[in-house]
């Protein structure tokens, strides 16, 4: 067991993913490790939701739900609470700090320097890698003097995303010395996938080299399954075109994060059925997967709503304090007409969120006086805390609002600046019965048919 400066006093534990305060030992999955030397590297700063998915998850699609589940976990691993937080603190509308005392210092920012003074330590993990981790093409065998650098950006990219840049020059090394090898290509387009930053002014440039890694892996292998899916992805959301990521899509099956890419998907175009076969395919091979919440989702989703409350009823007992949980319910509740049951769960969330009592007692009060209306005429134009209560952040979450109170010109408006944004909700539009209100709305549907629906073109 580590040492620790005092009894109580957490120590982190890198080579080992876990916890120690001298009375226990307590393991840290992935993205709880990421996540909480994403806090201590700015402890006492707030750091962003949206900085904590691209740090952590990357590029990879995920809910902001993803994120909670990762803070509940290390804060029931801490022993914290979110109403007293002792260590991680919830900054409304915007994200999370670290508010506890130092455990002890987080990854170098160069993780060559880690190595340095930890060699003996990274040679073993290395030697973990190079039998659990892919191996090289048959034939293709990685030089000797390469398989340090190669294993060493692969462990980042898996579990040090804040550490990406040191990575990819890692890979870069590997890939100029032996440009034959298609693994390492693969690995350097997943880090410069995982780095894509719609918003960046250099976005545009770096797709272009993505995409040319990508084909030059497709041209020497076509049915490579990762850069298959990495194609897939860049497509369907990066150039939002339904109709050219489909083949890569499918091409990327069988593999748990196929059928779970492809089941968003097919949920997207509308294809309710299809999506959740494939999303049960995903949880079936990936068990650390989406949660069992995701299902009724996709029930929600394709309109079958008494189905998706079932799943949920079933999952009470092991996801009441699950934010998504509540999430999910407001939704189902809401489409069922069920509205004081979608009220006490939305006053939930908000209160997981960090919304004041005198808040609280506005918003059930405008509900007593003018329904679920009078609730969302005040999260989009009185609620300064625009935290995500479970519609997204804005732009999305202005355009839910406006569509709920039925200004659709606003919605549309909002709509577009969400797509301008490269949100990647956008492209669920279609298939979301929150914006059944619009599906009249002639502007509405030529906006699903240019930019969602294209696969239904002639």
């Given amino acids: 067991m580590l040492k620790t400066a005092n009894k109580g006093q957490w120590v982190i534990n890198h080579r080992q993913l876990s916890l120690e ?23 006492h700063q707030d750091v962003s939701k949206t900085q904590i998915l691209s740090e952590v998850w990357g ?17 029931k691993l801490l022993g914290d609470d979110a109403k007293s937080p002792k260590y991680i603190k919830t900054i409304s509308g915007v994200g999370y700090r670290w508010v506890g005392p130092p455990i002890t210092e987080p990854l170098p920012a160069v993780l060559d320097s880690y190595l340095l003074t930890a060699v003996f330590g990274l040679l073993i993990i290395a030697l973990v890698l190079f039998w659990q981790l892919p191996k090289t093409s048959a034939g293709m065998e990685l030089p000797e003097h390469l398989n340090g650098p190669y294993n060493q950006a692969r462990y980042i990219i898996n579990n040090h995303p804040e550490e990406l840049e040191t990575a990819i020059s890692l890979l870069q090394t590997v890939t100029v010395d032996r440009p034959d090898l298609i693994d390492p290509l693969y690995w350097l387009a997943k880090a410069y996938f995982m780095r894509l930053q719609p918003q960046s002014t250099n976005y545009h440039r770096e797709k272009l080299q993505l995409e040319v890694i990508l084909q030059r892996i497709l041209d020497s292998n076509e049915h490579h399954k990762g850069a298959n899916l990495l194609f897939a992805k860049l497509i369907f959301m990066g150039s939002m075109d339904a109709e050219g990521a489909k083949p890569y899509f499918l091409n990327a099956l069988p593999s748990s994060e196929g059928h779970h890419m492809y089941g968003q998907y097919l949920l997207a175009l509308g294809e309710m059925e299809e999506a959740l076969t494939h999303i049960k395919t995903y949880q079936s091979l990936d068990p650390n997967g989406f949660s069992s919440e995701s299902v009724a989702w996709v029930y929600m989703m394709s309109q079958n709503f008494d189905e998706a409350k079932n799943v949920l009823e079933n999952l009470r007992p092991y996801s009441d304090s699950n934010r998504f949980y509540h999430v999910c319910l407001r939704a189902i509740y809401e489409q069922l007409g069920e509205y004081e049951l979608a009220l006490k769960e939305l006053l939930w969330v908000m209160t997981f969120e960090g919304y004041s009592q005198h808040e609280l007692a506005q918003v059930q009060s405008l509900f007593d006086q003018h329904g679920m209306k009078g609730v969302y005429r005040w999260l989009l ?52 019965p929150h914006f059944l209100p619009l599906k009249n709305n002639q502007q509405f549907s030529e906006m699903i048919e240019k930019y969602i629906l294209k696969s239904n073109k002639s």
């Fill in 381 to 432: 134009f009185h609620d300064t805390h625009k935290a995500d209560v479970g519609h997204y952040s804005a732009p999305m979450s202005l355009a839910r609002y406006a569509t709920a109170i039925g200004d659709e010109q606003l919605a549309l408006h909002y709509l577009e600046q969400s797509r301008l944004a490269g949100q990647y909700a956008f492209m669920w539009v279609a298939s979301d």
């Fill in 21 to 43: 305060n001298g009375f226990k030992v307590v393991e840290l999955d992935p993205k709880q490790y990421a996540l909480l030397v994403l806090l201590l590297k700015f402890k």
């Fill in 59 to 75: 590029q990879r699609v995920v809910s902001e739900d993803a994120i909670y589940v990762a803070v509940n976990g290390l804060r």
